[in-house]
């Protein structure tokens, strides 16, 4: 645990926000690992709330996350301001694994599960691993981090209203042709377009799905954030997304 001074806070869509601190000297983390911030109003004892790692900015010893402003607790985070300090818990949880025989990549990521996309952009690209990154929102103006994934590679946008790109769904955009090149596919998006995706890509692209779930503690010990998993033996069983994910291998998610 740490108290984290904010650098840098502003909005980069309609209650989109993007929300730099100033990072521990000794981080480790792996893209797709989630911070959990802690914020109070001072009367209310609220939960913490998990947000996605965006990016790590060695250069300026940032470290980012980009959250929609939504319920009570990001309505209070919204308020924090430039040089204010958090209760930051983190990195936590299992992130996307990097396979040094990969060429070419697929990444996939939907509204709020855009942001841990540019984290595993620059990883991937700085080994080499050519990167297509795949986005999908409900409308332009809630759009984000488009120019931050085009650093690294193609991008291809999908809106559920046509207003930005294709007008559709990110799996419109995956053709025989594009799978057939791939070597791995990434994740992260509300559930309805993980489950499209996992369709999609089995037996065809091995990868992994990132889940967005509610969670409490964050650290396995309330059970809040249970979801459905395949286990090893092919029955359906219970893992923590906190803990044993958020990442996990996309034949284990049971929907
Ligand atoms: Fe408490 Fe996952 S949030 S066990």
């Not at 488009?146 to 007008?167: C, F, H, K, M, P």
Request: aromatic share 6%.
């Amino acid at each position: 645990m740490a108290r984290l001074t904010i650098l840098e806070h502003r909005e980069i869509a309609d209650n989109m926000r993007w929300l730099a601190f100033e990072a521990p000297h000794d981080l480790q983390y792996e893209p797709g690992q989630f911070l959990h911030i802690r914020v109070t109003d001072g009367v209310d004892h609220l939960l913490r709330r998990p947000i996605s790692l965006c990016r790590v900015d060695g250069g300026r010893n940032a470290l980012v996350v980009a959250y929609r402003v939504g319920g009570k607790g990001t309505k209070l985070l919204a308020a924090k301001n430039v040089g204010d300090t958090l209760d930051v818990l983190g990195p936590l949880g299992k992130g996307f694994p990097l396979h040094d025989e990969d060429r070419h990549a697929i990444l996939v990521g939907g509204g709020i599960g855009v942001p841990p996309m540019v984290e595993l952009a620059d990883q991937l690209t700085q080994r080499g691993v050519q990167v297509t990154t795949i986005v999908g929102f409900q409308s332009k103006n809630v759009s984000i981090l488009i120019d931050e994934l085009t650093r690294y590679g193609e991008v291809l946008v999908a809106t559920n209203d046509g207003s930005l790109g294709l007008q559709g769904f990110v799996t419109d955009y995956m053709t025989d042709e594009l799978l057939a090149s791939a070597d791995r596919f990434y994740a992260c998006g509300p559930t309805p377009m993980l489950r499209a995706v996992q369709a999609r890509m089995t037996g065809r692209v091995e990868g992994y799905l990132s889940l967005e779930e509610r969670m409490g503690c964050g650290i396995g010990a309330c059970m809040a954030c249970v979801t459905s998993c395949v286990l090893p033996d092919g029955s359906v069983g219970f893992k923590k997304v906190c803990k044993d994910g958020p990442v996990f291998p996309a034949p284990e998610v049971y929907f």
